[in-house]
Structures are given as structure tokens and as C-alpha cells.
């Protein structure tokens, strides 16, 4: 999942209003500058904003957690008022969470390992029923 189009151009749009600033106060030398380095950093900011889920035979990770597949117990598919409320007020602390604010949907992945204080994941995922398939293949 990469952020949406347009959530970069918001961020770009708050970009430019600082290189206004930057140029009325410094000039022109400093806004190209300002620019250049705020392109950059919106580049930065799109690459480190995705996130991959990825399923194999043995385990699951999402971003730099993984789990073994074994340890996984039941996979329920969430709807955006069921994410909302999972996310806000039914929050649990010790869960795990892998979510992106511009993707309503996701899965609640509950977690069956004794030696583990994570109840469960919490993922941001617009393709959640092929990913509840995967998961429950093979379990």
C-alpha cells in the first residue's frame, strides 16, 4: 500500500506555502533551495509511508514484525465502522498495530501463542478478504 495521491499532493501543497515563506524573507536562491530539498523530502516521505504485507508458508510480516503462521488464530475481515471503533475507543495497548489512517478497512489477526502479550494485529489492508484467505490456507 502505497499513500494516496491525494494526501502527497496535500503535504506538497503545505510545502509550497513554506517555500513562499522561505522566498520572501531569503529570496530566490534560498527558495530554490527550499524547493529542491522539499521535493526530495516528499520522495522520502512516499517511499517510507508504504507498507507490505507479505504471506508464506511459514509466517507473516508486516512491515518489520513477523509471525509464524502456526501462532495464528482467528482472521476477521473489518469493515470501516468496525476499524473506526477498533482503532479509537476498543483499543487494546498491547496490540500490535499495522495501520494507515487512508485505508478504512482491515483484519483483526487474534494471536495464539502463551509466551506472546500481543492479543492481537491490527492491519490496514484494502484487499481483506484475500488476505483472511491466505492467511486461513493451510492452517
Keep these: 500500500m502505497?499513500?494516496?495521491l491525494w494526501l502527497l499532493?496535500?503535504?506538497?501543497?503545505m510545502f509550497l506555502s513554506l517555500i513562499v515563506a522561505v522566498w520572501a524573507a531569503l529570496g530566490t536562491g534560498s527558495a530554490i533551495f527550499a524547493g529542491v530539498i522539499l521535493t526530495l523530502l516528499l520522495l522520502v516521505i512516499a517511499v517510507m509511508g508504504r507498507s507490505e504485507i507479505l504471506v508464506d508458508e511459514e509466517?507473516?510480516?508486516i512491515q518489520d514484525a513477523h509471525?509464524?503462521?502456526r501462532f495464528i488464530g482467528?482472521?476477521?475481515?473489518?469493515?470501516?465502522a468496525e476499524m473506526k471503533l477498533i482503532r479509537t475507543r476498543?483499543?487494546?495497548?498491547?496490540?500490535?498495530?499495522?495501520?494507515k489512517f487512508w485505508v478504512t478497512t482491515g483484519v483483526k489477526i487474534t494471536l495464539n501463542d502463551q509466551r506472546d502479550p500481543t492479543p492481537y494485529w491490527?492491519?490496514?489492508?484494502k484487499k481483506t478478504e484475500e488476505l483472511k484467505n491466505?492467511?486461513?490456507k493451510q492452517l
Design 59 to 61: 509466517e507473516l510480516t
Design 67 to 69: 509471525i509464524n503462521r
Design 122 to 125: 491490527l492491519v490496514s489492508c
Design 2 to 4: 502505497r499513500p494516496p
Design 134 to 136: 491466505t492467511l486461513c
Design 90 to 99: 476498543d483499543a487494546d495497548p498491547a496490540a500490535y498495530l499495522a495501520i
Design 74 to 80: 482467528e482472521v476477521k475481515v473489518l469493515n470501516a
Design 9 to 13: 499532493a496535500f503535504i506538497y501543497f
